[in-house]
């Protein structure tokens, strides 16, 4: 391979894949130092890669691990804390209600608290089927690094003008789309996408690229303390920063050095970020999945191209 994966912390490295638990990781990252910390902690559901325990020792870990990302991330970087909700006798307890104090104690400032929207999951039959997640994106203070441009989204009307005033006859809308607001309608990783392997809760690729895009700069480093397959790593090296992360479980691990062995072959399929959900009754055009690579290979995603944005069409 042509990107250096080292199993331990290393500045040198394009990735950093700890094999273990992520606090150990963690204690050895210097203060200040990663731009975007996203990732998907355990929901304490009793996964095989968790360990149901009590709500009240779930909290206890997660303010040990929150502590630890507060204090490797820079002044002006960015924390995307993406879970569910924890279910207990049946009752539905939505965890980003439950850790946002420990955010807020560490006098983190929430920005958004996004909401992912999908299609597919588990049917219930006593209560309606849950079918959103929540992502809650923290920064330590208000001079953080936040860029529109390269994640905006098709206008609805696009040729929309002004039809008064002194823009009379004029676009109404940005050239370069709109904003994608606080509700994210991606596919989760079931069943036939593209991106799936073992992993019964994998982040699909486009949905880190988006954050990663909007919220580091190109040789930046993001960190995902439970970075399961991969989709982190990936998502951030493809987009030329580097990886940081753990993972607990031995077979994930593997998963992901595969799947970044592909990227780095430029045989890794992903979703592309331009195809729209699917509609069955619809008549949208079939984006095939994109086959990405590193170092450079990688298509151009959206409106980003090397060093600079450009319109729409341009």
Request: proline residues 7%; contains cysteine.
């Amino acid at each position: 391979m042509t990107i250096q994966i080292s199993p331990r912390f290393s500045r040198n490295a394009d990735i950093v894949l700890y094999e273990g638990d992520c606090l150990e990781l963690l204690k050895t990252l210097p203060n200040n130092f990663v731009s975007l910390i996203v990732t998907s902690p355990p929901y304490n559901l009793g996964k095989e890669y968790e360990k149901k325990s009590d709500l009240t020792n779930y909290i206890k870990k997660q303010v040990s691990v929150i502590e630890q990302c507060a204090r490797v991330l820079k002044e002006n970087g960015s924390i995307c804390w993406q879970v569910g909700n924890f279910v207990d006798n049946c009752e539905v307890i939505p965890l980003d209600i439950i850790l946002y104090p420990i955010f807020h104690k560490l006098k983190l400032q929430l920005r958004n608290r996004i909401i992912w929207h999908f299609g597919h999951g588990l049917h219930a039959s006593k209560r309606f089927s849950g079918r959103y997640e929540t992502i809650l994106w923290f920064t330590k203070n208000s001079n953080y690094l936040f860029k529109l441009d390269p994640v905006r989204v098709p206008q609805k009307y696009p040729n929309k003008k002004h039809f008064k005033g002194p823009k009379r006859g004029t676009l109404s809308g940005n050239p370069l789309g709109k904003n994608p607001g606080d509700v994210w309608i991606i596919p989760n990783v079931k069943a036939n996408h593209v991106e799936k392997t073992s992993h019964p809760c994998q982040f699909p690729v486009e949905l880190i690229e988006r954050l990663v895009l909007s919220m580091t700069n190109e040789g930046d480093w993001v960190l995902d303390p439970y970075i399961g397959t991969g989709s982190t790593a990936i998502a951030a090296l493809i987009h030329n920063r580097k990886s940081v992360g753990a993972e607990i479980m031995p077979d994930y691990v593997k998963i992901a050095k595969h799947r970044l062995k592909q990227a780095d072959q430029g045989t890794l399929r992903i979703r592309p970020l331009e195809r729209m959900v699917y509609d069955p009754i619809g008549s949208a055009e079939n984006i095939p999945p994109k086959v990405v690579g590193l170092n450079g290979k990688l298509q151009p995603r959206l409106f980003e191209e090397r060093g600079k944005y450009k319109k729409r069409g341009g």
